[in-house]
């Protein structure tokens, strides 16, 4: 989505908000096109009202107010975005990939610097990068919309109750009965924490070249061992999923046996370690396949997701083909 064509000193200060209204927008939705969508609305709606703004709070305030209006409009007539393990249980190796399911169902990954603004507070900055994370942004998605407005205000952005309440038009007793249970319910969501991938160390930059490796090679035995004993794949859009490293094995040799003569471009999903997989073409060069977001924890890969859509790879800035 293109930013606004109209040059002016006010839309200058609009669109300095930009990214981070994107990163609420990507967490309230699920979808980086969505977000898209939803902040280029809310810097309209801003720049048409500009000249009513009479300053009584913040501008970032002010398009904080229309972008929750915004997302809020728009999620009443969405079903909720998920990822696959929150749909179903794991399937045999066995199983045929069946049909994709609509883009509209499932969450998206995202570029770290479509979402979390490059400068300001350190600290504010891993606050912004650990809930951009693919499990977190789908656990948000169990909240109701307004519940999740509350939570990302008043944890991830810090706004006070006071703030939150103005801005919902509400009490603060309500802000705070909302964020209790949305909390509650974040609670019951697996929300582990893997390594970012600004902060991996020499053992985990190790691995995930050992996995580069073995996949290029499509070494399935070296691939396997970098598993643990109950990791997982996901493929959206496509709805089943697959656990454990004998499944795993059964799947690369499978259905999955088409990634073969594959290539791995190291990039950054979600703020985690992630790769561009192109996949090898008939005239035998690459092209884009999948975007695979993984998951370390204790040494080993717990879970890879691979985002099989190829309009990704523009998100990224990847090439068209290598």
């Known amino acids: 989505m293109s930013q606004l064509a109209v040059s002016d000193p006010g839309m200058d200060q609009l669109e300095q908000h930009r990214v981070e209204l994107r990163g609420y927008c990507y967490r309230m939705l699920g979808s980086t096109f969505d977000a898209d969508d939803a902040v280029q609305e809310t810097l309209v709606r801003a720049w048409q009202a500009l000249d009513r703004f009479e300053g009584r709070a913040s501008m970032r305030s002010w398009l904080y107010r229309i972008a929750t209006n915004v997302c809020l409009d728009g999620l009443r007539s969405r079903q909720r975005r998920a990822l696959p393990m929150d749909l179903s249980s794991p399937v045999p190796s066995?199983?045929?990939?069946?049909?994709?399911?609509?883009?509209?169902?499932?969450?998206?990954?995202?570029?770290?610097?479509?979402v979390v603004p490059p400068d300001g507070d350190p600290a504010q900055r891993v606050v912004f990068q650990d809930t951009v994370r693919l499990a977190f942004v789908a656990a948000l998605q169990h909240l109701p919309p307004r519940q999740r407005a509350v939570l990302i205000l008043r944890e991830v952005l810090c706004w006070q109750a006071t703030e939150v309440a103005e801005l919902l038009d509400t009490s603060v007793a309500s802000v705070n009965s909302a964020l209790q249970r949305a909390r509650a319910t974040l609670g019951r969501s697996d929300l582990r924490e893997p390594p970012r991938a600004d902060a991996l160390d020499e053992t985990?930059?190790?691995?995930?070249?050992?996995?580069?490796?073995?996949?290029?090679?499509?070494?399935?035995?070296?691939?396997?061992?970098?598993?643990?004993?109950?990791?997982?794949?996901?493929?959206?859009?496509?709805?089943?999923?697959?656990?454990?490293?004998?499944?795993?094995?059964?799947?690369?040799?499978?259905?999955?046996?088409?990634?073969?003569?594959?290539?791995?471009?190291?990039?950054?999903?979600?703020?985690?370690?992630?790769?561009?997989?192109?996949?090898?073409?008939?005239?035998?060069?690459?092209?884009?396949?999948?975007?695979?977001?993984?998951?370390?924890?204790d040494g080993r890969i717990a879970h890879v997701h691979h985002f099989l859509d190829p309009a990704l790879f523009a998100r990224f800035d990847l090439p068209a083909r290598l």
Not at 94 to 114: F, K, N, Q, S, Y
Not at 266 to 286: E, T, W
Request: charged share 20%.
């Open 204 to 297: 985990e930059r190790a691995l995930l070249a050992r996995y580069v490796t073995a996949f290029e090679a499509y070494d399935i035995p070296s691939l396997v061992a970098l598993l643990h004993e109950d990791a997982s794949i996901s493929m959206p859009p496509l709805a089943l999923w697959l656990k454990g490293r004998e499944d795993l094995r059964g799947w690369y040799l499978g259905f999955g046996i088409g990634c073969k003569g594959s290539r791995l471009v190291p990039i950054v999903a979600n703020g985690s370690p992630a790769f561009a997989q192109y996949r090898l073409a008939a005239d035998g060069g690459h092209e884009p396949w999948s975007i695979q977001v993984l998951e370390i924890s």
């Open 94 to 114: 066995t199983t045929e990939p069946g049909e994709p399911l609509p883009e509209a169902t499932w969450i998206e990954p995202v570029p770290d610097g479509d």
